[in-house]
């Protein structure tokens, strides 16, 4: 066997894995839905996917080092002209280093075609948030059960009735969403639709347009076009308050950018947007 050869074989394989993983993490849902709606890809989870990205992601580096070390001549011999000197800016250094550079400047500053990725990414968010659903606020899954009927005003022993009825069990009210749900091989989001019916009942519900992002919900990477849509806002007074806060702006606008413009979080920005400034 060959110390070299395997050096650069696991550097090449550790560094596909690394490409697989991070293209899954791109396209993969935010977390909250993931977790919330139990999203998998051939069997691993989010969370797995993200493990496996930092522990091939940790032996790539350690893969290259050592590749680096045992092809440092090498390495050199492009740092030198013509003449055989040793020169760190040469022209082949330069291109390296104008490229890298322009990539990172070009993520720093959002301009396109990066802006475009991040753009289209939030879009891909946007859509497993729409046909998964979102939880009804961060890390919903963590909570335990009795917790999480008093934080959505549902009624404990209706919600025990629905439990008992769909022989779901579980061994006590401080269990977790998560931990019952995997229990009776469900996801968080199954069993909270099963139990979201035995809300209390209200005289003054919230209509749509009343209704105030809850905090977690991943309000800062919508866009203007999609917050306006989702929760009923009126274009032209939403456009005047932004205006007059010194906030710029279009459709693809994203919140958390938007909000950053003028110091705020997107949850302030989003009441400017509603009763202005």
Known sequence: ????????????????????????????????????????????????????????????????????YLNWKAIVQYMKNKAKNFVLFTPNFIAA??????????????????????IWQSDIDDYWADRYGEPPFGHAELVGLK?????????????????????????????????????NNMTPQDLYLKIKDAKVPKDDEKSTEDKIPAEGSGLGNKSFSLVIEKYGLDREMVAKNLKKAGVEFNENSLMKDMASQIGVTPIDLFMIMKKGR
């Open 147 to 183: 917790n999480f009927t008093k934080k959505l005003d549902l009624d404990f022993n209706k919600v025990e009735e629905i439990l008992k009825s769909n022989s779901i069990v579980y061994d006590s009210p401080n269990e977790t969403i998560l931990q019952i749900a995997k229990k």
């Open 1 to 68: 066997m060959s110390f070299r050869k395997i050096v650069s074989l696991t550097t090449l394989l550790s560094f596909l894995v690394m490409c697989y993983t991070g293209l899954i993490l791109i396209i993969v849902p935010e977390g909250r839905v993931a977790y919330w709606a139990g999203w998998q890809l051939l069997g691993l989870t989010k969370s797995q996917y993200s493990e496996l990205h930092t522990a091939t992601s940790l032996l790539f580096l350690l893969a290259s080092i050592l590749h680096i």
């Open 97 to 118: 280093l104008i490229i890298t550079s322009a990539v990172f400047l070009g993520a720093y500053y959002k301009v396109s075609p990066f802006s475009d990725l991040f």
